[in-house]
């Protein structure tokens, strides 16, 4: 099962970008990186997803390496609410284990 | 509005009564799963369903049964409740392996 790493946390400040980094150096070509995030006292919240290209959505921006080896979540400015765990995890097509790391807690500071 | 409903949301209980945790989805997905939480272990998959009649075990199946005898609904079953089983319960469900999850609220349970 191809698993992710990332930092046990990171802070930014308010109104700044936010890079959250994550490493699958094991991912296979059928994974989909999936990003979600939880805040506190509630369930986790879908993010983003990509495979191979970049992605942009409401929330934020998937950037993808040439080698699907890492990728990093960006939010263009982070605010008081995105303060939550932020999960990296490969899912596939094909039904199978889901398999989450510990995930990055990410501080916002006013 | 698209959801998933865990109910209850919170549940004490004692060692070796049954329990059953439902979980809802109102999305007509293909894919179901439970995970539980604990503090410094993350989330950590019991069980997942690719269809009605379709299950398979996540990372730690040991204390829990599922069914999935509707699209619609995926219960939890604890036949034998232990206090390790003391945790966070979450539903989750997705048209397919590799689409956006949506989550339920979760169920916390205290098993003593």
């Known amino acids: 099962d191809a698993k992710t790493t990332q930092p046990n946390s990171m802070e930014s400040n308010e109104e700044e970008p936010v890079h959250l980094p994550c490493n699958h150096s094991t991912i296979s070509g059928t994974d989909y990186i999936h990003w979600y995030r939880q805040l506190p006292s509630q369930g986790p919240e879908y993010v983003i997803h990509g495979l191979t290209s970049n992605v942009n959505n409401r929330m934020a921006s998937l950037a993808i390496a040439e080698d699907r080896k890492s990728s990093t979540l960006i939010l263009h400015r982070a605010t008081l609410r995105d303060a939550a765990v932020y999960y990296c995890i490969l899912r596939k097509t094909s039904y199978d284990k889901v398999i989450f790391g510990p995930g990055t807690s990410l501080s916002v500071i006013p | 509005e698209a959801q998933v409903t865990q109910n209850p949301r919170y549940l004490i209980t004692v060692t070796g009564k049954k329990l059953t945790v439902t979980c809802s989805q109102n999305?007509?997905?293909?894919?179901m799963s439970w995970y539980r939480q604990d503090p410094g272990l993350g989330l950590r998959q019991i069980y997942y369903s690719m269809n009605v009649e379709v299950t398979d075990k996540g990372d730690v199946p040991e204390g829990y049964k599922v069914s999935r005898k509707e699209k619609r609904n995926f219960p939890l079953i604890l036949e034998s409740p232990s206090p390790n089983q003391t945790s966070l319960y979450f539903c989750?469900?997705?048209?397919?392996?590799?689409?956006?999850?949506?989550f339920g609220q979760g169920t916390r349970l205290t098993v003593v």
């Open positions: 999305m007509n997905h293909e894919y």
């Open positions: 989750a469900s997705s048209p397919t392996g590799a689409t956006e999850a949506f």
